[in-house]
């Protein structure tokens, strides 16, 4: 089988040749490893930028981000088709340089009200949340006609040439799809917000938080549209919605104020015939039921260091959702020896992989991953996850 019809065969809970392999992101840092680093790193474009338009630097800087974000994400791509990975995510995130910085940040804002900061991850640029600003009744209208009107012509027309070119350019060497990370439903929604403000309103005003999620969901859904158009067939929509204790609102709370959005983005996925998994770090169980009504084809993460228990989570919906993940980045991909990494993937592949619906899958990405691991993390999966699976 090639990588796509691999993948697609776990998807649809079937049995393909052997367990595909995923990863959520290769980070800059590991892709230069991979690749070698480019002549000219992101600050020093920052840099340059300055010096030829001290004025205007930062309108310069908005415009640039767009060509970074497709140069960053196809040398990931690029990273993971060259150590064997089988599938790669991609997407676009709303970013503009903000015309208020701080002296020697580099902050940026997006269409949902949130504030970043560049932090340097070895010359490339590594975005970090820092706060939402969307904390008013107010404030939210005007992120929502923007949201409900010129965003989204601008990014279906960003969004379609973005995956374009990535696709074109590595369709033959590795299966590429869709990340919605930055603009997940959920957490858009809550960061956009601010914790605070939104905690506040889940209590005083739930029909307004729900109002939030379906808007942003539309203008997700929208913005799937658009890539499906460009080629797109599986979709990740990304939103942590659990801590590694449990779930960050109730199941019941999820199921009112959240799945109604969830449903819009998954029934226009399916409408075209397409499959969308959804991402969620933390301890995941009591949320199973909820990710299956919500209409998700797979769920990625299944974090162990949260206590997820594999086994359960198969024995409860494996015959439901293709199951994508439980490779730990807190140790066994960033500290871990060879045999912990085989031992890993093996567990994962003997509890997770019978009958198929199993993608090996790193939990979640972050710059200290090793890229060795991650090589073994592949070696191991085409050692144990062949089928007929024999251990």
């Known amino acids: 089988m090639e990588s796509r019809e691999r993948v697609l065969a776990a998807l649809n809970l079937e049995e393909p040749d052997q367990v595909p392999c995923h990863t959520i992101l290769i980070d800059a840092n590991n892709s230069d490893e991979i690749l070698g680093k480019p002549e000219i790193d992101d600050f020093d474009t920052l840099e340059q930028v300055k010096l030829n338009n001290p004025d205007g630097w930062i309108q310069d800087m908005s415009n640039l981000i767009e060509g970074i974000e497709t140069s960053v994400f196809s040398r990931c791509v690029e990273a993971a088709a060259v150590i064997g990975l089988d599938v790669m995510q991609v997407g676009i995130i709303p970013y503009y340089a903000l015309e208020e910085q701080e002296e020697g940040k580099l902050l940026l804002g997006d269409v949902f009200g949130r504030v970043w900061e560049v932090l340097n991850n070895e010359g490339n640029f590594n975005p970090y949340y820092l706060y939402g600003t969307t904390n008013s009744k107010e404030k939210w209208e005007i992120v929502k006609e923007n949201l409900e009107g010129p965003a989204i012509e601008k990014y279906k027309k960003i969004v379609k040439k973005f995956f374009r070119r990535i696709n074109k350019k590595h369709k033959d060497k590795i299966y590429v799809i869709v990340t919605n990370d930055y603009l997940g439903a959920f957490e858009a929604a809550s960061q956009g917000l601010g914790w605070p403000y939104y905690a506040r309103m889940v209590k005083k005003d739930s029909r307004f938080i729900k109002e939030v999620h379906t808007v942003i969901a539309q203008f997700s859904a929208e913005l799937y549209k658009s890539y499906m158009d460009a080629g797109a067939e599986v979709f990740v ?105 085989f031992d890993a993937v093996k567990f994962a592949i003997k509890t997770a992989g019978p009958g198929g619906g199993f993608i090996v899958s790193a939990t979640n990405m972050h710059p200290a991953v090793r890229v060795q691991n991650l090589k073994w993390m592949i070696e191991a999966t085409h050692k144990f996850g062949v089928y007929p699976l024999n251990h």
């Open 237 to 341: 929509e990304s939103g942590d919605l659990a801590y590694k204790t449990g779930p960050m609102m109730s199941p019941k709370k999820f199921t009112e104020l959240v799945l109604p959005g969830y449903k819009i983005i998954t029934d226009t996925v399916h409408d075209r015939g397409k499959k969308i998994v959804l991402h969620s770090d933390g301890q995941i169980t009591s949320l199973l039921d909820f990710v299956v009504n919500c209409g998700f084809d797979g769920l990625q993460s299944l974090e162990p260091t949260a206590g997820v228990d594999l086994a359960l989570v198969k024995k409860k919906v494996g015959d439901k959702l293709c199951l994508m993940g439980n490779i730990d980045i807190a140790h066994v991909l960033t500290y871990g020896t060879k045999r912990e990494v």
